[in-house]
């Protein structure tokens, strides 16, 4: 198993993300969430953008998981969608490369095998956003190095739940021979207690973490 994937192991992973528009988005303030993850100890960082990642390699000792999303399309992939979309973060300094490699028809006709196959070209581990045990199977044989349940729920297809998708980590765990992480959903350290307990090799909170406006509503929700 590659090193930085190892480090990973039974750890938890922050998504370090604001989208334009939203208060905490910027490059500064994303390498200060990630160093506030990194003194919470976290043993890893995902980021999207160039910029995004280079700023937060500047700030952190940590590997980054590197995104580079490319429009906001709900009918394609639009995280990482191609090999120079890839190439971008590598160069910022990305330690591993995630990849929506659901089985979803892309403008580019690329398929998630060959994508996953051009990335690995790059010499970076490659890990496969997935929403179905089938795109799980098929992203690990097309050479994936990780799989993670990031786009369960996101796909029309696959299963729709406000709760992780437990289910897939551990059927993924049981039928895939690289690590599966735990992402999406992941509301509380329960939750990703268990799925460290179901197989897990790591997992992948954003939102509950850092994104205060999403927790802020929730609370605000909970009390009308």
């Not at 490319?70 to 992939?77: A, H, L, Q, Y």
């Not at 979309?85 to 300094?93: D, F, L, M, Q």
Request: with cysteine; proline share 5%.
């Amino acid at each position: 198993m590659n090193n930085t994937i190892a480090s990973l192991k039974g750890g938890l992973i922050v998504s370090c993300q604001a989208a334009e528009g939203t208060p905490l988005h910027g490059s500064s303030i994303m390498a200060a969430m990630a160093r506030a993850a990194e003194i919470g100890g976290a043993v890893g960082i995902r980021a999207d953008g160039p910029s995004d990642i280079r700023a937060i390699k500047q700030a952190v000792n940590l590997p980054v998981i590197g995104i580079n999303k490319i429009g906001r399309s709900e009918s394609e992939p639009y995280i990482t969608p191609t090999a120079q979309a890839a190439r971008e973060i590598v160069e910022a300094g990305a330690d591993i490369v995630a990849l929506d490699a659901t089985l979803r028809p892309r403008s580019s006709g690329l398929t998630a095998e060959r994508l996953i196959a051009k990335v690995k070209e790059l010499g970076v581990p490659v890990m496969a956003d997935i929403s179905t045990l089938e795109e799980g199977i098929a992203a690990a044989e097309a050479g994936a190095d990780i799989v993670a349940t990031t786009m369960s729920g996101y796909t029309p297809y696959s299963r729709r739940s406000e709760m992780p998708d437990l289910m897939l980590v551990r059927r993924l765990v049981g039928e895939v021979k690289v690590p599966v992480i735990a992402e999406g959903k992941i509301w509380t350290p329960d939750q990703a207690r268990m799925a460290i307990r179901l197989g897990a090799h790591a997992v992948v909170v954003g939102t509950a973490i850092t994104r205060p406006h999403i927790v802020t509503e929730r609370f605000v929700k909970a009390l009308r």
